[in-house]
């Protein structure tokens, strides 16, 4: 099986507290899928206003946890192709699908699946679930860019 661990995803991911939604990488398949880990913890930043009589993590930040695995399985799949310089920018959601509330203590499971790249452009499909129980589901577009430009 092939891991990625938190010092590895920072050294790919641009993102930091509390914005890095992904905590390791259990296994992957370069050109083909990853499947990540995601902690739910009650003392989260979101959770103080979403919502105070019932936490649960915002659609958002779920769809945004799956757009990070994507892109830790897009620089894994083109690492010999990127520059240090590469970024890869979120620029489509189709197909979301909500079926549960995530709340603290919840383990989300982050399953991408690399479903065509044509030169900078990667389309994946993505499932999130907890106890393997489908939570969200959605086709998710990013783009590569270099920052250098």
């Known amino acids: 099986m092939n891991t990625i661990d938190i010092h590895e995803i ?3 991911l641009p993102h930091r507290y509390p914005f890095l939604l992904i905590d390791k990488v259990i296994d992957f398949t370069p050109g083909e899928s990853l499947i990540g880990i995601k902690n739910i913890t009650f003392n989260e930043p979101q959770f103080v206003g979403h919502f105070p009589q019932r936490v649960i993590m915002p659609g958002v930040l779920i769809l945004e946890s799956l757009a990070q695995a994507t892109g830790l399985l897009a620089f894994k799949t083109a690492s010999d192709l990127r520059s240090d310089n590469s970024l890869y920018y979120l620029v489509g959601i189709d ?3 909500f079926r549960k ?8 499971q982050l399953e991408v699946k690399l479903i065509k790249n044509k030169r900078n452009m990667w389309k994946f499909s993505g499932r999130a679930t907890v106890d393997g ?3 969200v589901s959605a086709d998710i577009m990013c783009v590569e860019q270099d920052m250098s430009k």
């Open 133 to 135: 129980e489908l939570i």
């Open 95 to 97: 197909n979301a699908r």
């Open 101 to 108: 509330p995530v709340e603290p203590g919840d383990q989300l």
């Open 10 to 12: 920072q050294e790919l």
